[in-house]
């Protein structure tokens, strides 16, 4: 099992920069993958990307490809998501998730573990 609680979220300007942290709380996390997905008002869940294991392998969504960037520490149970370049349709509630499987392919395996969300609003 893992608990999973975001932060970091805010405003920003267009074009600004944000970082999310995603902690864990639970015996070991060095062997869960962890996600970022995001929600807007009236959309789908979208997933932003996914870093494995080891923070070895990452993957993004087309959306975030070349702006975002996941890194992780597992010494302190903190996966990150690096926000550059943000633009007005980046605003959205951001989660982390987590599973067992060692993948990044969003669809692979359902993502057992939720975070509550943190709320990132980008403006003009």
């Known amino acids: 099992q893992v608990q999973l609680q975001e932060s970091g979220g805010g405003l920003v300007q267009a074009g600004g920069s944000l970082r999310l942290s995603c902690v864990a709380s639970g015996r070991t996390f060095n062997n869960y993958a962890v996600a970022w997905f995001r929600r807007a008002p009236g959309t789908e869940r979208e997933f932003v990307g996914a870093v494995s294991w080891s923070g070895g392998l990452s993957n993004y969504g087309d959306s975030v490809e070349g702006r975002f960037a996941i890194s992780r520490d597992n010494s302190a149970k903190t996966v990150y998501l690096q926000m550059n370049s943000l633009k007005l349709e980046d605003t959205a509630v951001y989660y982390c998730?987590?599973?067992?499987?060692?993948?990044?392919?969003?669809?692979?395996?359902?993502?057992?573990?939720w975070g509550q969300g943190t709320q990132v609003t980008v403006s003009s």
């Open positions: 998730a987590a599973r067992r499987l060692n993948s990044v392919n969003a669809v692979a395996s359902p993502w057992d573990y």
